[in-house]
């Protein structure tokens, strides 16, 4: 068996990706997001400012925030940030989001694990907080094994299986990691059993063998970089991601698909480096809603500006909410002009403009 084992205590990939062509897409997996704000629920400050639009995919690897789903404020802030409800965005589901799965599934549209397929790349997103007992062990059964086992017997045409986990539960049990246990999250090392070696990897294998290399992005805490292939073509990888670091050592990693030559590289990106949304004093486009229009952009470091036109009235409401839906400004406005709202933080903020019985919303991110 070829075992190829490196740990990564910095980052040394540290630069932007090339932007991405018909021919390459480019995903970018984010894990462990929390900040220590048990109070705000927010992410790194860092994450808040990349440009997601640039990856053709998000792959969440769990604990957005200290308690992500524990109400609709901190799944709309989350939401802002990754846009959870679009197909383009995985998320595996960790131990700090739990709080509330219907609500999860109310924003997601999706159950705590699926598979799903895309530009010949099959994904497996699973749940390690299912069944989770007593801090102690960790397993993949019921219906989730039978998922997994269902995605080995008949992939076929997929170039790569993805698989998007939470726990490191391919650390546990593995000589390999003995030593570097106590460098990755309480809810991985605490772990004492997990069935994944005994019933997840053989499923793993036959993928493999099927000539289908697998690809397991684990999102727990980790204070260290990792890429782990205990045989060819099944890699095991987890990024540097701890609210104690400094943007200089935790990183995302960046993967890129080259559909012509049917591959995945990866490289870890620090967040010093990664593309942020830069400030641009220039109003988005139009809305284009019926009779109504609405630009919204930011002015300067913390002022809002818009601007509203309509056909058919000269007065309109506008609210300005945080994303966390705190509301900022409710006021009677006189359409076709400009205005200018100071704002108290840096942050997304929700504009709505109410014109008769028409609603208009648009976001906007103040840095």
Same mark, same amino acid.
Request: hydrophobic share 35%.
């Given at each position: &068996?070829?075992?190829?084992?490196?740990?990564?205590? &910095?980052?040394?990939?540290?630069?932007?990706?090339?932007?991405?062509?018909?021919?390459? &897409?480019?995903?970018?997996?984010?894990?462990?997001?929390?900040?220590?704000?048990?109070?705000?629920?927010?992410?790194?400050?860092?994450?808040?400012?990349?440009?997601?639009?640039?990856?053709?995919? @998000?792959?969440?690897?769990?604990?957005?925030?200290?308690?992500?789903?524990?109400?609709?404020?901190?799944?709309? !802030? $989350?939401?802002?940030?990754?846009?959870?409800?679009?197909?383009? #965005?995985?998320?595996?589901?960790?131990?700090?989001?739990?709080?509330?799965?219907?609500?999860?599934?109310?924003? #997601?549209?999706?159950?705590?694990?699926?598979?799903?397929?895309?530009?010949?790349?099959?994904?497996?997103?699973?749940?390690?907080?299912?069944?989770?007992?007593?801090?102690?062990?960790? +397993?993949?059964?019921?219906?989730?094994?039978?998922?997994? %086992?269902?995605?080995?017997?008949?992939?076929?045409?997929?170039?790569?299986?993805?698989?998007?986990?939470?726990?490191?539960?391919?650390?546990?049990?593995?000589?390999?990691?003995?030593? %570097? @246990?106590?460098?990755?999250?309480?809810?991985?090392?605490?772990?004492?059993?997990?069935?994944? !070696?005994?019933?997840?990897?053989?499923?793993?294998?036959?993928?493999?063998?099927?000539?289908?290399?697998?690809? $397991?992005?684990?999102?727990?805490?980790?204070? @260290?970089?990792?890429?782990?292939?205990?045989?060819?073509?099944?890699?095991?990888?987890?990024?540097? &991601?701890?609210?104690?670091?400094?943007?200089?050592?935790?990183?995302?990693?960046?993967?890129?698909?080259?559909?012509?030559?049917?591959?995945?590289?990866?490289?870890?990106?620090?967040?010093?480096?990664?593309?942020?949304?830069?400030?641009?004093?220039?109003?988005?486009?139009?809305?284009?809603?019926?009779?109504?229009?609405? %630009?919204?952009?930011?002015?300067?470091?913390?002022?809002?500006?818009?601007?509203?036109?309509?056909?058919?009235?000269?007065?309109?409401?506008?609210?300005?909410?945080?994303?966390?839906?705190?509301?900022? !400004?409710?006021?009677?406005?006189?359409?076709?002009?400009?205005?200018? +709202?100071?704002?108290?933080?840096?942050?997304? !903020?929700?504009?709505?403009?109410?014109?008769?019985?028409?609603?208009?919303?648009?976001?906007?991110?103040?840095?």
């Amino acid at each position: &068996m070829k075992i190829i084992l490196i740990f990564l205590a &910095m980052v040394i990939f540290g630069q932007n990706a090339a932007p991405q062509s018909d021919s390459v &897409m480019r995903f970018i997996f984010v894990p462990h997001p929390r900040s220590e704000d048990a109070l705000n629920l927010t992410v790194l400050p860092s994450l808040e400012k990349i440009d997601y639009t640039k990856f053709e995919m @998000i792959l969440l690897g769990g604990d957005l925030s200290w308690y992500t789903s524990i109400n609709r404020k901190a799944m709309d !802030y $989350c939401d802002g940030l990754f846009n959870l409800g679009s197909p383009k #965005t995985l998320w595996t589901i960790g131990n700090h989001d739990i709080s509330n799965p219907g609500l999860i599934l109310e924003y #997601t549209g999706r159950p705590r694990f699926y598979s799903y397929y895309s530009d010949s790349i099959t994904f497996l997103v699973l749940d390690t907080e299912m069944y989770f007992d007593g801090s102690q062990s960790t +397993f993949i059964s019921g219906s989730q094994l039978e998922m997994i %086992r269902n995605v080995a017997d008949t992939i076929e045409i997929s170039n790569y299986l993805v698989v998007l986990h939470h726990r490191l539960l391919w650390m546990i049990g593995n000589s390999d990691f003995s030593s %570097r @246990i106590p460098l990755v999250g309480q809810s991985t090392h605490q772990l004492d059993t997990t069935n994944f !070696y005994q019933e997840v990897y053989p499923q793993l294998k036959k993928v493999k063998d099927k000539g289908i290399s697998v690809i $397991c992005l684990g999102g727990d805490k980790s204070k @260290i970089n990792i890429e782990y292939s205990p045989e060819e073509n099944i890699t095991f990888l987890t990024s540097t &991601m701890a609210p104690e670091f400094p943007d200089s050592v935790n990183c995302v990693l960046v993967l890129e698909y080259s559909k012509h030559d049917r591959e995945i590289s990866w490289d870890f990106v620090d967040l010093e480096e990664i593309e942020k949304t830069e400030f641009n004093p220039v109003p988005d486009a139009p809305s284009n809603s019926g009779t109504v229009d609405l %630009r919204v952009w930011q002015t300067h470091e913390a002022s809002i500006s818009c601007e509203v036109k309509s056909k058919s009235t000269k007065n309109a409401e506008l609210s300005i909410y945080s994303i966390r839906g705190e509301l900022e !400004y409710c006021i009677n406005i006189s359409t076709n002009r400009e205005l200018d +709202f100071p704002v108290r933080q840096k942050g997304f !903020y929700l504009v709505k403009v109410k014109s008769g019985h028409e609603i208009v919303t648009k976001k906007v991110l103040v840095l």
